[in-house]
């Protein structure tokens, strides 16, 4: 069972929430979490890099002097990869990079990040955010008061364009609904920021 204490905006403890852990399951499942990573940043990748072999390129394919007592090296054509302007020797051609996971997969990965940052005391718990305007000093200086300095995630229970508009602007920082939050996000982040609903409703966002 963790418990963990709930901070406001401030910095205050202003109470504790508590979860069961047995939610995350029983450990850090590290090579299926490796794996659905890889699988995450492979499925980011265009694949569009493209370059001309040898007889792509544009030119004649004449031999360009005779093949001996030139005193020069023996060449068949122009469009060689040995030359300026030739084609490439093994070239990268587009193609498609996705790897293919399932959703139990996924959630199992997702349950793993999330022990990791738990057992290894990366979360901080902050009451729910609420904003009547955009207000990146403010956001800026609740993260100062929480004592974070690095890379953050947070995870709140609904999409809030106002908060958004107001973290946008801060390098490193991220926030995604709790509906959104997938291992890589996780574990991309140094710290990771819930809000105290997000934690009492943990069962059903990993379920």
């Known amino acids: 069972m963790f418990e963990l204490d709930v901070h406001n905006e401030n910095g205050d403890v202003t109470g504790s929430v508590r979860f069961d852990e047995s939610i995350l399951g029983e450990k850090v499942r590290t090579r299926l979490l ?29 031999k360009p002097f005779r093949q001996k007592h030139t005193g020069r090296a023996r060449q068949g054509q122009r469009r060689a990869n040995v030359h300026v302007g030739g084609g490439i020797a093994f070239p990268p051609k587009p193609r498609d990079f996705r790897q293919r996971i399932t959703k139990s997969m996924r ?62 602007n801060i390098p490193k920082v991220d926030v995604v609904t709790a509906g959104d939050m997938n291992a890589l996000a996780v574990i991309g982040h140094g710290r990771l920021v819930l809000t105290r609903e997000v934690v009492e409703n943990l069962a059903e966002v990993v379920k």
Do not use: W
């Open 107 to 168: 959630r199992q990965a997702l349950k793993s990040a999330l022990l990791s940052k738990f057992r290894d005391e990366e979360v901080t718990v902050i009451e729910p955010l609420s904003f009547d305007a955009p207000k990146t000093k403010r956001v800026a200086s609740m993260l100062k008061a929480l004592g974070i300095d690095e890379s953050c995630l947070l995870a709140v229970k609904d999409h809030s364009p106002l908060l958004h508009k107001s973290l946008r």
């Open 34 to 62: 490796q794996q659905v990573l890889v699988s995450y940043m492979a499925n980011r990748r265009q694949g569009t890099s493209s370059a001309k072999t040898v007889g792509e390129v544009k030119g004649s394919g004449k």
